[in-house]
T-cell receptor
Framework: DAGITQSPRHKVTETGTPVTLRCHQTENHRYMYWYRQDPGHGLRLIHYSYGVKDTDKGEVSDGYSVSRSKTEDFLLTLESATSSQTSVYFC????????????FGPGTRLTVL | SQKIEQNSEALNIQEGKTATLTCNYTNYSPAYLQWYRQDPGRGPVFLLLIRENEKEKRKERLKVTFDTTLKQSLFHITASQPADSATYLCALDARGGGNKLTFGTGTQLKVEL
């Protein structure tokens, strides 16, 4: 997984509770991304970061926030989880450059009851 | 907005045959297109990248073509093996900077003995 870890790997929570997912990378990549993957929708970008404290929204950002206080860590927070946020979440990173590939973490399976 | 289409139906082929997967896109002219492999329960892994000015790219048993007139990329696996069974995703560079990618929903390939 190219030095990218995610925690937790699995989580079950209840509607209305806050949830934070962590992505950690060891390769000093500048850009980091959070995706969710759902059947029939593929990978959809939630938020991304282009540097420490620099973040921006993706196509499905409602209900999610992110923070990046260090190069190696990118946190995804669900302030008040809903059942529609049940999904598999993937973190990815790249060093930049026009054609750079993305390296993905192993994913976090989140279930909101 | 950008739209990527991959055949949602699984592709079943016999070992030794050539598998051909299709990726069509609309409403965009990408600078490059990437193909990723995803195994169950794991994050996507980069396979090949092809730029807009390249017609074909090869890597071992893999071949990718890119037809910017048809707005289509074909991904070929020659002499397929059961170990090639996985879901294959195409992705193209997304607008708006940040080295973002837009992913297709993927095509599941199953190679049978």
């Amino acid at each position: 997984d190219a030095g990218i870890t995610q925690s937790p790997r699995h989580k079950v929570t209840e509607t209305g509770t806050p949830v934070t997912l962590r992505c950690h990378q060891t390769e000093n990549h500048r850009y980091m991304y959070w995706y969710r993957q759902d059947p029939g929708h593929g990978l959809r970008l939630i938020h991304y970061s282009y540097g420490v404290k620099d973040t921006d929204k993706g196509e499905v950002s409602d209900g999610y926030s992110v923070s990046r206080s260090k190069t190696e860590d990118f946190l995804l927070t669900l302030e008040s989880a809903t059942s529609s946020q049940t999904s598999v979440y993937f973190c990815a990173a790249t060093s930049g450059g026009r054609t750079d590939t993305q390296y993905f973490g192993p994913g976090t399976r989140l279930t909101v009851l | 907005s950008q739209k990527i289409e991959q055949n949602s139906e699984a592709l079943n082929i016999q070992e030794g045959k050539t598998a051909t997967l299709t990726c069509n896109y609309t409403n965009y002219s990408p600078a490059y297109l990437q193909w990723y492999r995803q195994d169950p329960g794991r994050g996507p892994v980069f396979l090949l990248l092809i730029r807009e000015n390249e017609k074909e790219k090869r890597k071992e048993r893999l071949k990718v073509t890119f037809d910017t007139t048809l707005k289509q990329s074909l991904f070929h696996i020659t002499a397929s093996q059961p170990a090639d069974s996985a879901t294959y995703l195409c992705a193209l560079d997304a607008r708006g900077g940040g080295n973002k990618l837009t992913f297709g929903t993927g095509t599941q390939l199953k190679v049978e003995l």
